[in-house]
Nanobody, 114 residues
Framework: VQLQASGGGLVQPGGFLRLSCAAA????????LDWYRQAPGKQREFVAH???????NYADSVKGRFTISRDNVERTMYLQMNNLKPEDTAVYYC?????????WGQGTEVTVSS
């Protein structure tokens, strides 16, 4: 299983970014997929997930600002991040569980700063 995250960068407060996570080596359409993030000096934390049936759940800190989605044809998950805040600065990781094993992407860095 391979997960490849991309789309991070430097953005001003109030700005937006769209992260992507391309997956290979699993039955993509059947898997729940997640985004996590890890800020400098902090533990990795849950951001959002989307099930095979496209049910979604979000951390309270991002509700109303972030939207998770998936394209089963392209085998890609997305995280649309709007109204970004400095506290959203972190490395963002995509994650899934496949055959009882955890798989993580390599992370993509998001910096929110003026």
């Amino acid at each position: 299983v391979q997960l490849q995250a991309s789309g991070g960068g430097l953005v001003q407060p109030g700005g937006f970014l769209r992260l992507s996570c391309a997956a290979a080596g699993l039955n993509f359409r059947l898997n729940t997929l997640d985004w996590y993030r890890q800020a400098p000096g902090k533990q990795r934390e849950f951001v959002a997930h989307i099930t095979s049936g496209r049910s979604t759940n979000y951390a309270d800190s991002v509700k109303g600002r972030f939207t998770i989605s998936r394209d089963n044809v392209e085998r890609t998950m997305y995280l649309q991040m709007n109204n970004l805040k400095p506290e959203d600065t972190a490395v963002y990781y995509c994650h899934t569980v496949y055959r009882d094993r955890d798989f993580w992407g390599q992370g993509t860095e998001v910096t929110v700063s003026s």
